[in-house]
């Protein structure tokens, strides 16, 4: 249905021309075109021309416009995130969290054992509450340790929700271990798959973690590009023990940080599924199922004016849900204290579910589709990112990248310069270093644990991770402590 006369608008050129004599010709770029990093420009206006190609209708799988694997009906699946310390406290908050809207559990782990899985674990449903039991270190031990606490309980159920978290690769970047372990560590890992495949239907084995790249510095680009390279690593990984190529994708499932920038990050996670996608056709596999976790990286939550992280986690969080994650995680306003408390734990809970609860956006399929500059957005990242990742499968994938030192040397550069843009207000985050609370808030909470690693001086991170304590501010104070 047409309700305008198309001949009597205005046309693009004509718009562009009247804009230009607003402003004047040589300040167009400078007021209308923003820089949005990772050499992406905004354009003043968008239409529908500019954009050439066709927006197709949603389809089913991992695809730029995909509902995502959950299904919309029932919404994105609430994860909160535990730093375990005590296991029998931990239990408890994981049981409150589980009666009143999370659905799955994330726990940091410093080191484990079965008896530790017992405790924390004791109550807790496993076929209908997903546990993913992460350890940045040690990924392999950690998953043998809970596979042995699953075996100790007798009862095991092909229908369990968990996630091995295993990551061999990424901890390559978090930890300075030799690199000639690598080899025998993805055989393992590979046997670890071989297990899950055959013996749960609904648990996956690898976690492909961008959160801890973006962490540690690394642009969007360099994040993505960066999963895109380490889902092949674990994709051959896996095809070596004999897991058809399709299954295998099902086994992996992905991280990805969303900001501030609620258009840039929406269109982010649509251009992960375009490279996931990409990946699945040049293995032949038509309809990719691959979960994606989303989550706002921990050096936005500042100790300035910490009430503030409430809003960029509220953003992260519309940015993760409208552009489609099967799984979304949000750091508690109060996590750069130390660990966050029952308060904290809670807003960061009741964020979601507002947003889900009240404002019903998981209910509407891709709802970016068609907005041609979060479509363009997409395209540019997805290209950029497909780029990239092509020159790291060029010189031997993320692997010989981590070796050789260049994914690190770029993390950097990318931190360092974030750091610059920060302390000259060329990139603004409220609190941090524009509108600046006077008074310094210190909530006083507990630290958080060490790893044995840690504790025993080995086990270096080889790229590390970026915190807004960094920086310093106009009052040359530690407020903006991360």
């Known amino acids: 249905m047409n309700f305008l006369d198309g001949n009597d608008l205005p046309t693009h050129e004509a718009w562009l021309d009247a804009a230009k004599a607003v402003v004047s010709e040589d300040l167009f770029e400078e007021l209308l075109c923003t820089d949005l990093g990772s050499e992406i420009r905004t354009n003043p206006i968008y239409v529908r021309k500019d954009y050439v190609t066709p927006v197709e209708y949603p389809t089913l799988g991992t695809s730029r416009r995909a509902s995502n694997t959950i299904g919309q009906v029932n919404g994105w699946n609430i994860r909160q995130r535990y ?68 075996d100790s309980r007798g009862n095991q159920d092909e229908d369990f929700i968990f996630e091995l978290s295993i990551d061999p690769i990424g901890e390559l970047t978090r930890v300075s271990k030799d690199p000639a372990t690598l080899p025998e560590a993805l055989n393992v890992s590979g046997d670890f798959a071989l297990k899950i495949y055959e013996d749960f239907k609904k648990a996956t084995t690898f976690r492909v973690n961008g959160l801890a790249y973006a962490e540690s510095g690394a642009d969007p680009i360099t994040e993505l590009a960066s999963m895109a390279s380490s889902i092949i690593a674990y994709l051959r990984t896996m095809d070596k023990v004999g897991i058809p190529i399709a299954d295998a994708f099902s086994q992996i499932q992905i991280v990805i940080s969303v900001g501030t920038d ?43 004016d910490p009430w503030v992280n409430l809003l960029r986690t509220t953003v992260g969080c519309f940015a993760a849900a409208v552009g489609g994650a099967d799984i979304i995680t949000l750091p508690p306003f109060d996590s750069a204290f ?40 997409t395209e540019q990242i997805a290209h950029q990112a497909w780029e990239k990742f092509q020159s790291y499968e060029r010189n031997g994938g993320i692997i010989q990248e981590i070796i050789s030192g260049s994914l690190q040397k770029s993390i950097t550069e990318n931190r360092e310069l974030y750091k610059t843009q920060i302390e000259t207000k060329e990139r603004t985050l409220i609190g941090v270093n524009d509108f600046l609370e006077p008074l310094k808030t210190n909530l006083q909470r507990s630290d958080y644990p060490e790893s044995k690693l840690q504790r025993d001086g080995i086990g270096e991170q080889t790229v590390s991770q970026f915190r807004i304590s960094d920086l310093s501010n106009e009052k040359g104070t530690d407020s903006n402590d991360s």
Not at 262 to 288: M, P, T, Y
Not at 340 to 357: C, D, I, K
């Open 338 to 377: 130390g660990i966050p408390s029952e308060f904290g734990m809670r807003l960061a809970r009741n964020t979601q579910l507002v947003l889900m609860e009240e404002s019903n956006i998981h209910k509407v399929i891709d709802p970016a589709g068609g907005s041609w500059y979060i479509e363009s957005l």
């Open 262 to 304: 609620q258009f840039f990050d929406i269109a982010k996670i649509r251009a992960s599924r375009i490279l996931i996608n990409r990946i699945g056709q040049a293995c032949g596999v038509d309809q990719v199922n691959l979960q994606t976790q989303a989550s706002t990286p921990q050096f936005l939550i500042s100790r300035s």
């Open 83 to 150: 730093w375990v310390t005590s296991p029998e406290e931990s239990n408890a908050a994981i049981l409150n969290d589980l009666q009143r809207g999370a659905n799955s559990i994330e726990l940091i782990l410093s080191e484990t054992d079965v008896s530790t899985f017992e405790k924390l674990l004791d109550g807790v449903l496993l076929n209908i509450a997903g546990v993913a039991p992460t350890n940045s270190f040690d990924s392999l031990s950690n998953a043998q340790s809970f596979l042995q606490f699953l």
